[in-house]
């Protein structure tokens, strides 16, 4: 048996639900990125795992 450690480098600032949508930045544009707009599917997407 073994351990893993792991930096999950989460943003302090900024609340959980916006660090869990962080990994969909990809999928948005740069100004929607910027002013944290993301579509509702990812939103309810990260409240279902956030649960």
Do not use: H, W
Request: aromatic share 4%.
């Amino acid at each position: 048996m073994g351990m893993v450690s792991q930096q999950y480098n989460l943003v302090s600032r900024c609340s959980v639900q916006t660090n869990v949508l962080a990994g969909r930045l990809a999928s948005v544009s740069t100004a929607a990125s910027i002013l944290n707009i993301f579509p509702e599917a990812d939103i309810e997407k990260s409240r279902q795992v956030l649960d």
